[in-house]
Every structure is written in C-alpha cells, then in structure tokens.
C-alpha cells in the first residue's frame, strides 16, 4: 500500500528555521519525484516545491524560493523540507504528494497519493 | 504562471442532483488537468486525471470533460459522502503547478 507521512511541523517565531520530513513506503521510491503542498487557514491549495525522482531537478513557487530546500535520502525513502526565515504567511498545513507516474514525466502526471499534511505555524 | 478560474465558488444541492464545476484556464494546456476533493480536515484525493480518466477506486458518478482552455467535472447524481471542496489543477506548465480557488458543494 502506497503511504506518505509528513512530519516536523509546529510552531515557530518569524525568522527561525523548521525541517519537515516525507516519510514514503509501499513503492519504489527512487523512481517517483515528490511535491511539497500547503494550504493556508481556510485557503485553497498552492504547490510549493519538487524534487524529480533522481533528484537532479528541483522546483520552487517564487514565495519560496531562497529560504526553502528540498532534498531527498533514497536510502531512507524520505523527502526533506528545510525551511528558513520563516515568515508569517508561511502558516499552513503542508502535504507531500507523489508523482502519478514515475520518472518525473511532466506534462502527463498528477499528484497521488498526498500524506495526512503537518500544521507549521509562524507567529510571534 | 497559468491562471486558473473554477466557478462557481460555492453551490447549494441535494442527494441526486446533478453537479457540474467548471475550471477554465489562462492558457491552453491541452488535457494536462486534473481534479481533486477534498474533505474538511483531510488530504486531498485525486479523482480524475488528464481530463477526462478516472483514477482507480473512485465511483463511476464523477466524470472529467474537456480540453485547451474549458474544463468540467460531473457529478452524476450527488452522494452524501460527496460534499466537500473541487480543486482543478495544471500541469501543462513548467513549475508553479496552479490550482483553481476551489468550488465548495454544500448541501
């Protein structure tokens, strides 16, 4: 069975640092990119970051770009979220989802399965 | 970034209506689009992909339409279990990935 579960999430004060982790199993890791989501309180979904399934791409939103990291341990079946210079409008409950289709196929794919998601709050 | 429009934002049914939410986009993206629900609290969940093809394991009363820039997902006859938020979403572009605002079926 195809899982994903995010964890690391709490509360931070603007400025600091906070690392989430996808935990993946039930798949061969190693051939599946990985997206970070996030959704805001009562807002819709915005994609934020992906790592292709090599890990020889990553992508970010332009709001991130600079203070976010995404990186992967194939070894460990994760996918890591470093996330610096927190800032308020960073609150959010962030998702991981995989590709649909393995080898980072893009435009032909979709995100399935998505994790439980993990609340990051930033406030002061 | 291609810009996503889901109307409407929110609708009003009952058990066995109909349903019909439509997502257009900025820019023609061919069938690169994709649909989710989401429940209160919970993950979103894929239900049609590229368009028009249902994921597996999701009920034969959701179907996809649609190509270049006008899209619609159907809801044959409305089930209990069904209310909840519609996301639309590209991947036609190269990244961002946008999703629609959402449409948010109410009793």
């Known amino acids: 069975q195809v899982h994903l579960a995010e964890s690391g999430g709490g509360v931070v004060h603007p400025g600091r640092s906070l690392r989430l982790s996808c935990a993946a199993s039930?798949?061969?890791?190693?051939?599946?990119?990985i997206h970070w989501f996030r959704q805001a309180p009562g807002k819709g979904l915005e994609w934020v970051a992906v790592?292709?399934?090599?890990?020889?791409?990553?992508y970010y939103t332009d709001s991130v770009k600079g203070r976010f990291t995404i990186s992967r341990d194939n070894s460990k079946n994760t996918v890591y979220l470093q996330m610096n210079s927190l800032r308020v409008e960073d609150t959010a409950v962030y998702y991981c989802a995989r590709d649909g289709r393995s080898g980072s196929n893009f435009p032909d794919n979709w995100f399935d399965p998505w994790g439980q998601g993990t609340l990051v709050t930033v406030s002061s | 970034d291609i810009q996503m429009t889901q109307s409407p934002s929110s609708l009003s049914a009952s058990v066995g209506d109909r349903v019909t939410i439509t997502c257009r986009t900025s820019?023609?993206?061919?069938?690169?689009l994709n649909w989710y629900q989401q429940k209160p609290g919970k993950a979103p969940n894929l239900l049609i992909y590229s368009a028009s093809t249902l994921q597996s394991g999701v009920p034969s009363r959701f179907s996809g339409s649609g190509s270049g820039t006008d899209f619609t997902l159907t809801i044959s006859s409305l089930q209990p279990e069904d209310f909840a938020t519609y996301y639309c979403?590209?991947?036609?572009?190269?990244?961002?990935?946008?999703f629609g605002q959402g449409t948010k079926v109410e009793i």
């Open positions: 820019q023609s993206i061919s069938d690169y």
């Open positions: 979403q590209q991947t036609y572009s190269t990244p961002p990935w946008t």
């Open positions: 790592i292709w399934y090599d890990g020889s791409k990553k």
């Open positions: 039930g798949f061969t890791f190693s051939s599946f990119g």
